[in-house]
């Protein structure tokens, strides 16, 4: 069984819709293996968002996720990292299919609601980060 790492961002709290995001994992027949609410330091932001520190959109992308309280959560599932994946959509909710979750909910390269681990590497490595 394969675990990843997701987080519900500061828009999907401040829009109410992090629990019509995770009702969709929990439907698609995922576990939540672990789960948390907190608000990301600047600190800890460097740190989950390290290969993103020297682009330039990386101000914005500080200030934005540590705007607000965030719900960091590990979903257990066979193949979850890709089903994950596939079910949040590309990182621009413009162009995000209808069906997946930035898809239906973003208008956004940023406020996209969700991050998910995208390898095995990350989904190791972001999972240590959030639940020590
Ligand atoms: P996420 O999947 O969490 O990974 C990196 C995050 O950076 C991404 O979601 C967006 O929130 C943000 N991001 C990625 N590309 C851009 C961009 N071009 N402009 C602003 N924010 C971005």
């Given at each position: 069984m394969e675990r990843t790492l997701i987080l519900l961002k500061p828009d999907a709290l401040e829009r109410h819709l992090a629990g019509a995001v995770l009702h969709r994992f929990e439907k698609k027949g995922l576990r939540i293996a672990e789960?948390?609410?907190?608000?990301?330091?600047?600190?800890?932001?460097?740190?989950?968002?390290?290969?993103?520190?020297?682009?330039?959109?990386?101000?914005?992308?500080?200030?934005?996720?540590?705007?607000?309280?965030?719900?960091?959560?590990?979903?257990?599932?066979?193949?979850?990292?890709?089903?994950?994946?596939?079910?949040?959509?590309?990182?621009?909710?413009?162009?995000?299919?209808?069906?997946?979750?930035?898809?239906?909910?973003s208008l956004s390269s940023q406020r996209n609601l969700v991050h998910a681990s995208d390898s095995p590497a990350s989904a190791e490595r972001e999972i240590k980060i959030f639940f020590a």
């Open positions: 789960m948390k609410m907190l608000r990301i330091t600047p600190e800890l932001a460097g740190l989950h968002y390290a290969e993103h520190r020297d682009k330039p959109f990386y101000p914005q992308l500080e200030q934005y996720i540590t705007s607000g309280p965030i719900v960091a959560a590990v979903l257990e599932g066979p193949e979850v990292i890709a089903v994950v994946r596939r079910m949040v959509g590309p990182t621009n909710g413009i162009e995000a299919p209808a069906g997946t979750i930035r898809g239906d909910y």
